[in-house]
């Protein structure tokens, strides 16, 4: 059972920045490993995410360009660090780890394993 924490989360205002972590408690440079958030109201919805094997990156179109995701293998930590962040950012973002075999495309929810409790972020306008 892998146990993910996510931290950073916060109230700032339109325009600044905010880095999220999520803390695995294992190894987790195999697992593919994803960002998503929910608004009040909506379905949890795909931000980004980062293959583990070669890298690759993939990213929503609400965010691209001012997000980015990273992993710091040996902290077995995931960074999401967002720029330009405006009102509609607002959602609680959950980490999410997809532990191989892989289950699906990375912009899916089905497609992980194991998700954190998530942390708020609050933009205000």
């Known amino acids: 059972q892998v146990q993910l924490v996510e931290s950073g989360g916060g109230l700032v205002q339109a325009g600044g920045s905010l880095t999220l972590s999520c803390a695995a408690s294992?190894?987790?440079?195999?697992?593919?490993m994803g960002w998503f958030r929910q608004a009040p109201g909506k379905e949890r919805e795909f931000v980004a995410a980062?293959?583990?094997?070669?890298?690759?990156?993939y990213y929503a179109d609400s965010v691209k360009g001012r997000f980015t995701i990273s992993r710091d293998n040996a902290e077995d930590t995931v960074y999401l660090i967002m720029t330009s962040l405006k009102p509609r950012d607002t959602a609680v973002y959950y980490c999410a780890a997809d532990v191989p075999p892989p289950l699906g495309p990375l912009d899916r929810p089905h497609s992980y394993d194991y998700w954190g409790q998530g942390t708020q972020v609050t933009v205000s306008s």
């Open positions: 294992e190894r987790t440079f195999t697992y593919n």
């Open positions: 980062m293959r583990w094997n070669d890298g690759r990156t």
